[in-house]
């Protein structure tokens, strides 16, 4: 991993993938690509888990998958948010700005 980029917390990328897709539907590629410009090229996701954690969330009933015709006229799978998957991303959003909030604290008084 070069210095510019960091790695991601266990459970990090099930939530960034939600909120990439909350938006609207996207492909595998559009999801990575999405996820590296909003972080200024800071995370990079590899298709290896990637992948994995698309069809984990699928399993989880909080994305659902279609096939369509891609901007490039190719076939692709594209992932949207369902209702149980808006549900769990507000519930981990939320958990997620306790959790940053308090290490805030806890590093500004240590």
Known sequence: ????RMGLPQGT???????AVALEPQHGWAISARLQQISS???????GSLY?????LERRGWIKARWSTSENNRRAKYYELTRRGRAELEKQTTAWHK???TVGQVLKTV
């Open 1 to 4: 991993m070069s210095p510019d």
């Open 13 to 19: 990328l099930d939530l960034l993938i939600l909120k």
């Open 41 to 47: 090229a800071s995370l990079q996701i590899r298709q």
């Open 52 to 56: 994995p954690a698309l069809h984990r």
């Open 99 to 101: 959790l940053a909030a």
